[in-house]
């Protein structure tokens, strides 16, 4: 699996870059490795894909917080998740984008190249995106996991195939258009005549017409249904995170582009531990003598119980680090975190008269009085200066 290229490295940009800043870094990008411009060049293609992907994440200030935070893993990978680039095609990046270059429907680049353009400028459909939750429990979070989840959703008609049109030869090119997808209009002003583009209104930008529509989808190409998805959730997600899923949304009509699965985490709580970022925390309660002897005590983890040695003469409030047992990063390069226990000695309320013998006799000794170090007694004293 090839790793993904910083998305600020790509536009060759720093992280504190401005929207200005980026819209100029991806044209400047998206010049230099333009298909029309590098004809035949593989490599140019992929860096004008890489470009195209990086800025259709970092101009969106939700993925680029997404990014910032959790880097690739945060918007998916080519296994199934993806920001935007597992489903990027030429189609998409000249419709998605062709607003940096001032275009219209056409490429964006014809006024760079010469004209001609590489697309015929017909509008192609896209479906809506889909947002599902997830639950997960921490064990589920520590090591990744693999969900299949049923999503009602548009398909493609399967009598028609999608298209829409009842048999083959069902549709014909658009008589407004001329199958172009728009129309232009010329109009006389007091400065001279203005030319104007839009969507041609007959067939709506596709730039062919359904002469006989399929019945069962009335000519959409689409029809409401069902699909079972596998979901690959990848280890450290976090509550409130959201990973998306290519071309898993609702599909287009009349064979157009299919919009994405948007799937946000939930965190089942746990009984026992409690989530700070990577670190896991936990409280464990000791009694009084356990405290001054010491002893031992079984602490829940992520993968079963782990056996800790309280050590003798342990003070109430005293944290336990126990290194590298808490959650992963979804960054894998981060680490793990760690499980940090909690020491509270628990007193008793309520006590039988041979304890309370037992604890009179006690208190007579100086080894059951606070023995503060002198550096904690000048604390102390300022304290006491500032309350009083």
Same mark, same amino acid.
């Given at each position: 699996?090839?790793?993904?290229?910083?998305?600020?490295?790509?536009?060759?940009?720093?992280?504190?870059?401005?929207?200005?800043?980026?819209?100029?870094?991806?044209?400047?990008?998206?010049?230099?490795?333009?298909?029309?411009?590098?004809?035949?060049?593989?490599?140019?293609?992929?860096?004008?894909?890489?470009?195209?992907?990086?800025?259709?994440?970092?101009?969106?200030?939700?993925?680029?917080?997404?990014?910032?935070?959790?880097?690739?893993?945060?918007?998916?990978?080519?296994?199934?998740?993806?920001?935007?680039?597992?489903?990027?095609?030429?189609?998409?990046?000249?419709?998605?984008?062709?607003?940096?270059?001032?275009?219209?429907?056409?490429?964006?680049?014809?006024?760079?190249?010469?004209?001609?353009?590489?697309?015929?400028?017909?509008?192609?459909?896209?479906?809506?995106?889909?947002?599902?939750?997830?639950?997960?429990?921490?064990?589920?979070?520590?090591?990744?996991?693999?969900?299949?989840?049923?999503?009602?959703?548009?398909?493609?008609?399967?009598?028609?195939?999608? =298209?829409?049109?009842?048999?083959?030869?069902?549709?014909? /090119? !658009?008589?407004? &258009?001329? #199958?172009? +997808?728009? *129309?232009?209009?010329?109009?006389? =002003?007091?400065?001279?005549?203005?030319?104007?583009?839009? /969507? !041609?209104?007959? &067939?709506? #930008?596709? +730039?062919? *017409?359904?002469?006989?529509?399929?019945?069962?989808?009335?000519?959409?190409?689409?029809?409401?249904?069902?699909?079972?998805?596998?979901?690959?959730?990848?280890?450290?997600?976090?509550?409130?995170?959201?990973?998306?899923?290519?071309?898993?949304?609702?599909?287009?009509?009349?064979?157009?582009?299919?919009?994405?699965?948007?799937?946000?985490?939930?965190?089942?709580?746990?009984?026992?531990?409690?989530?700070?970022?990577?670190?896991?925390?936990?409280?464990?309660?000791?009694?009084?003598?356990?405290?001054?002897?010491?002893?031992?005590?079984?602490?829940?983890?992520?993968?079963?119980?782990?056996?800790?040695?309280?050590?003798?003469?342990?003070?109430?409030?005293?944290?336990?680090?126990?290194?590298?047992?808490?959650?992963?990063?979804?960054?894998?390069?981060?680490?793990?975190?760690?499980?940090?226990?909690?020491?509270?000695?628990?007193?008793?309320?309520?006590?039988?008269?041979?304890?309370?013998?037992?604890?009179?006799?006690?208190?007579?000794?100086?080894?059951?009085?606070?023995?503060?170090?002198?550096?904690?007694?000048?604390?102390?004293?300022?304290?006491?200066?500032?309350?009083?």
């Amino acid at each position: 699996m090839t790793t993904k290229r910083d998305f600020y490295e790509i536009l060759e940009v720093n992280k504190n870059a401005t929207p200005e800043e980026l819209k100029k870094a991806y044209r400047k990008q998206a010049i230099r490795f333009h298909p029309d411009k590098n004809p035949g060049d593989k490599e140019s293609e992929e860096n004008f894909k890489e470009a195209a992907e990086a800025y259709e994440i970092l101009s969106d200030p939700e993925k680029r917080q997404r990014y910032d935070q959790y880097g690739h893993a945060g918007l998916g990978n080519g296994g199934g998740f993806g920001g935007y680039g597992g489903g990027m095609n030429m189609e998409d990046i000249f419709r998605h984008f062709g607003d940096i270059f001032g275009g219209g429907f056409d490429d964006p680049f014809s006024s760079f190249f010469g004209g001609g353009g590489r697309r015929s400028g017909r509008i192609v459909n896209r479906g809506s995106n889909l947002r599902v939750r997830v639950k997960l429990t921490l064990e589920e979070i520590a090591h990744g996991v693999e969900k299949k989840i049923k999503v009602n959703k548009y398909v493609a008609c399967v009598t028609c195939r999608g =298209t829409g049109a009842k048999s083959g030869s069902a549709y014909q /090119t !658009c008589s407004t &258009c001329k #199958g172009s +997808g728009h *129309v232009t209009r010329v109009t006389s =002003t007091f400065i001279g005549q203005m030319q104007s583009t839009s /969507t !041609c209104p007959h &067939c709506g #930008g596709e +730039g062919k *017409v359904i002469t006989d529509k399929c019945l069962d989808c009335s000519g959409n190409g689409i029809i409401k249904g069902e699909e079972i998805i596998t979901i690959k959730i990848p280890a450290g997600v976090g509550e409130g995170m959201q990973l998306s899923m290519s071309g898993k949304g609702n599909a287009a009509a009349r064979g157009g582009v299919a919009g994405d699965l948007l799937i946000q985490i939930e965190e089942v709580k746990h009984s026992d531990l409690v989530r700070d970022g990577n670190n896991l925390l936990y409280n464990q309660y000791i009694s009084v003598p356990e405290a001054a002897l010491g002893s031992s005590a079984e602490i829940p983890g992520i993968d079963g119980k782990i056996k800790v040695k309280i050590e003798a003469g342990t003070q109430g409030g005293k944290v336990v680090r126990l290194k590298g047992k808490g959650l992963p990063s979804v960054n894998s390069y981060e680490g793990r975190g760690d499980l940090l226990i909690t020491i509270h000695v628990w007193t008793p309320k309520v006590l039988s008269k041979e304890e309370h013998a037992i604890l009179e006799k006690l208190a007579k000794s100086t080894n059951f009085h606070p023995n503060p170090t002198e550096k904690e007694k000048g604390f102390f004293s300022r304290m006491k200066d500032i309350f009083e």
